[in-house]
C-alpha cells in the first residue's frame, strides 16, 4: 500500500524492487481488471532490469480513498484527476519519470493524457486496446463564418436510435454500462460471479472461435449490428444474460492457461467485495459534458513523445470506434513508431500473449533509448 496519493490509498503490485535505481515501468489497467492483470508480464520486465509497479487504480480493487456509490461526485474519476493519481504515484515511488508507460483498455487514455499532460514525466508511452482519438478540440476559426458550437454526443445519440430500431434492437455496451443497474447487474448475475467473469473474459479473448473484428466502414447501425453482442448488446437484457450462450465448456476452462480457476478467484473474490461501481464511473466520465469540456483545455496538444499501440489481432476494440486508429496514427501522435496486433491474443493482451507483448515493449524501450542518446 502506498499512502496518500492524490487522496488515496493505492494498492500495487510490483517486481524488480529488490535493487534500487531501477528505471520505473507503470503499468495501468482498464475494466474489468486489477493490477492482477499484469501478472504474467511483470516478471518479465523484471527480468529485463526494470521496477514493475501495476497499481489498482481508482475506483478498483483494494486501492481506497474513493466513494463505491453511483450518486456520488464523478469529478474524482475524471480523466484528469485519475491522470493525477498516476502522476502522484510516480512521485512518491521515489522517481522523477517514468522509462516505461503502459496503459490497457481504460488505461490507455489515462496514459495518454500522462504524455499530453506531463511528457517530462512521461516521456514514451504504449497505448494497449484502445486508440487515442485526440484531445477534444475548440471549433476552429468560427469567428467570421458563424458556425454553430458542435452539439455533444449528437452522433451517440444518433447511433443508439438507429441501434435501438433494429430487429432485434441493439444497445452499445458503453450506454448499458453507465446506468444505475449495471453495478447490480454485474454483482449479482444469474449464473453466479464465477461463471459470469469466465464467460466475459473467454468471450473477449482469443479463445472464442466468433471474434473474427475488422475496421468499420462506417459509424451506422448496420455496421455495428456486426459486433459480437458483449459490445453491441441486444437490447433489454443485461451484460451477463447477453454474454451467458457464450460459457465455455469445462474443456475449454480447463485448455485456457492464461486464466486458470484458482487466477479467476482473484477477480471473483475481489469484486464479490467491491462491486463494480467504481470501475463503471469511468464509463460515465465519457458522457460527462463538464469532465469533458475540462480536457479541452488541452485543445490542439498531441502525445509528441515517441508512443506505440498494441492490440489483439482477435480484439474488436481495436475498431469500435471506427476510424480512431488511423486518427491516432496521423492526428493525435507525432511520433508513433508503430500499430502492432498480436496474434493469439483477444482483448486480454498481457494475460494471453505475455512473451509477445514483453519482447515488443522492450523493443520499444530500446528505441526509445536510442533516441534519447541520439539527441544527447
Known amino acids: 500500500m502506498i499512502n ?10 510490483e517486481a524488480g524492487f529488490e535493487r534500487p535505481n531501477r528505471p520505473l515501468a507503470l503499468l495501468l489497467h482498464g475494466f474489468p481488471d ?28 483494494r486501492t481506497t480513498g474513493w466513494v463505491n456509490d453511483y450518486d456520488a461526485p464523478l469529478a474524482p474519476f475524471s480523466l484528469l484527476n485519475v491522470t493525477r493519481d498516476a502522476l502522484g504515484l510516480v512521485s512518491a515511488l521515489g522517481y522523477k519519470r517514468t522509462a516505461l508507460l503502459v496503459g490497457h483498455d481504460f488505461g490507455s487514455p489515462v496514459a495518454a493524457y500522462c504524455a499530453v499532460v506531463r511528457p517530462d514525466v512521461f516521456p514514451s508511452v504504449v497505448l494497449m486496446s484502445a486508440p487515442f482519438p485526440g484531445t477534444p478540440a475548440f471549433p476552429f476559426n468560427t469567428a467570421e463564418s458563424g458556425a454553430p458550437p458542435a452539439q455533444p454526443n449528437i452522433d451517440n445519440q444518433k447511433l443508439a436510435a438507429a441501434l435501438a430500431a433494429l430487429d432485434p434492437p441493439r444497445a452499445i455496451y458503453q450506454q448499458y454500462l453507465s446506468t444505475r443497474e449495471a453495478n447490480h447487474d454485474l454483482s449479482y448475475p444469474p449464473q453466479g460471479l464465477h461463471a459470469f467473469l469466465r464467460t466475459f473474459f473467454y468471450v473477449k479473448s482469443a479463445d472464442w472461435p466468433g471474434n473474427r473484428p475488422r475496421p468499420l466502414n462506417a459509424r451506422t447501425a448496420k455496421e455495428f449490428a456486426q459486433i459480437p453482442h458483449y459490445y453491441v448488446m441486444e437490447r ?21 492457461k492464461w486464466l486458470t480457476d484458482p487466477e479467476l478467484a482473484v477477480y471473483v473474490e475481489e469484486y464479490g467485495r467491491t462491486g463494480f461501481q467504481g470501475g463503471l464511473q469511468t464509463y460515465r466520465v465519457y458522457t460527462d ?19 506505440l499501440f498494441i492490440g489483439g489481432k482477435s480484439d474488436w476494440a481495436t475498431y469500435v470506434s471506427p476510424g480512431a486508429l488511423d486518427v491516432m496514427r496521423t492526428k493525435a501522435t507525432t511520433r508513433m513508431s508503430d500499430i502492432e496486433l498480436i496474434d493469439g491474443a483477444g482483448h486480454w493482451i498481457q494475460q494471453e500473449q505475455p512473451a509477445r507483448l514483453s519482447a515488443l515493449l522492450l523493443a520499444f524501450a530500446k528505441q526509445v533509448a536510442a533516441g534519447d542518446r541520439g539527441n544527447d
Open 236 to 256: 433489454g437484457k443485461t451484460m451477463p444474460k447477453n454474454v451467458a450462450p457464450f460459457q465455455p465448456s469445462a474443456a475449454e476452462v480447463t485448455a485456457c
Open 34 to 61: 486489477l493490477a492482477y492483470g499484469w501478472r504474467h508480464l511483470m516478471p518479465l520486465l523484471a527480468d529485463a532490469g526494470y521496477h514493475v509497479v501495476a497499481p489498482d487504480q481508482r475506483g478498483f480493487g
Open 4 to 13: 496518500g496519493v492524490n487522496g488515496l490509498d493505492v494498492h500495487i503490485l
Open 289 to 307: 459534458p463538464v469532465l469533458n469540456a475540462e480536457l479541452r483545455l488541452f485543445s490542439g496538444r498531441t502525445i509528441d513523445v515517441p508512443s
